[in-house]
């Protein structure tokens, strides 16, 4: 059974879990379409995305806090291969980044090391969005908040992340530590993670690398939110015997 059927039956379970008033604003993530768009360049098909998270040595997640003002849609048929969105952009920079940094490459942003648009990242590279809270929220989501739907959903998240999708590197973005916890404390309670530096926590045991970044709208500079990530996970390359990067 292919990725995304598993997720279409995980969806469904998730939103039958709910009231009827609660489930039209549930958001369904995961693996993202870079098909063929449509609807006016509004949605996306499915294209080889399965095909590449498939043959990827690094499968990487991007852990999130909930989707903003999408009741009912389906992140996965986004046009990804479009998208300019600020937010975005980040993601898809640090999707590439974390793709292709080795022990003898840094990628940074003053050396030419990303597309332009960031966007045909989609096309060479997977890319996996997981929220948290999976209806739709504003602006902003109290911590507090995260964790009760993080405790609610945990046998639905656990089965997206480590059933499905099945990550070795996840990116937690933001929240004061908050997702980083999340995943530790709900998605991987049962492993060990090692702090390599405040980037980069490390489960020796399943060669699983949790990045605790910012969130990708923090009110920082592009260098600090991608360069500082890099040099982190640079930093974790020379310190470990993670087989992620060679």
């Given at each position: 059974?292919?990725?995304?059927?598993?997720?279409?039956?995980?969806?469904?379970?998730?939103?039958?879990?709910?009231?009827?008033?609660?489930?039209?604003?549930?958001?369904?993530?995961?693996?993202?379409?870079?098909?063929?768009?449509?609807?006016?360049?509004?949605?996306?098909?499915?294209?080889?995305?399965?095909?590449?998270?498939?043959?990827?040595?690094?499968?990487?997640?991007?852990?999130?806090?909930?989707?903003?003002?999408?009741?009912?849609?389906?992140?996965?048929?986004?046009?990804?291969?479009?998208?300019?969105?600020?937010?975005?952009?980040?993601?898809?920079?640090?999707?590439?980044?974390?793709?292709?940094?080795?022990?003898?490459?840094?990628?940074?942003?003053?050396?030419?090391?990303?597309?332009?648009?960031?966007?045909?990242?989609?096309?060479?590279?997977?890319?996996?969005?997981?929220?948290?809270?999976k209806i739709s929220g504003s602006a902003s989501v109290l911590n507090d908040?995260?964790?009760?739907?993080?405790?609610?959903?945990?046998?639905?998240?656990?089965?997206?992340?480590?059933?499905?999708?099945?990550?070795?590197?996840?990116?937690?973005?933001?929240?004061?530590?908050?997702?980083?916890?999340?995943?530790?404390?709900?998605?991987?309670?049962?492993?060990?993670?090692k702090s390599i530096n405040s980037w980069c926590y490390f489960s020796e045991?399943?060669?699983?690398?949790?990045?605790?970044?910012?969130?990708?709208?923090?009110?920082?500079?592009?260098?600090?939110?991608?360069?500082?990530?890099?040099?982190?996970?640079?930093?974790?390359?020379?310190?470990?015997?993670?087989?992620?990067?060679?």
């Amino acid at each position: 059974m292919n990725i995304h059927t598993q997720e279409d039956i995980l969806f469904q379970e998730w939103a039958d879990s709910y009231p009827p008033n609660v489930r039209q604003n549930i958001v369904i993530d995961g693996l993202c379409y870079n098909g063929t768009l449509y609807n006016e360049s509004r949605n996306s098909y499915s294209g080889n995305e399965e095909e590449l998270w498939a043959t990827a040595k690094r499968k990487i997640l991007f852990l999130m806090k909930d989707p903003n003002s999408n009741p009912g849609e389906d992140y996965r048929e986004w046009p990804w291969r479009e998208i300019t969105a600020k937010f975005f952009k980040v993601i898809f920079n640090w999707l590439q980044g974390l793709s292709e940094i080795t022990p003898d490459y840094l990628p940074l942003l003053d050396n030419a090391s990303y597309l332009d648009p960031a966007n045909q990242v989609v096309l060479k590279y997977p890319l996996a969005i997981v929220n948290v809270k999976k209806i739709s929220g504003s602006a902003s989501v109290l911590n507090d908040t995260l964790y009760d739907y993080a405790k609610r959903d945990v046998p639905f998240l656990k089965r997206q992340v480590r059933d499905i999708l099945q990550p070795n590197i996840v990116v937690c973005g933001g929240g004061s530590n908050s997702i980083l916890n999340i995943a530790q404390q709900y998605i991987y309670p049962d492993l060990q993670f090692k702090s390599i530096n405040s980037w980069c926590y490390f489960s020796e045991e399943q060669d699983l690398l949790l990045i605790n970044s910012w969130h990708p709208s923090a009110r920082l500079s592009d260098t600090q939110k991608i360069d500082n990530m890099m040099r982190n996970v640079a930093d974790f390359i020379s310190k470990t015997q993670s087989g992620l990067f060679k």
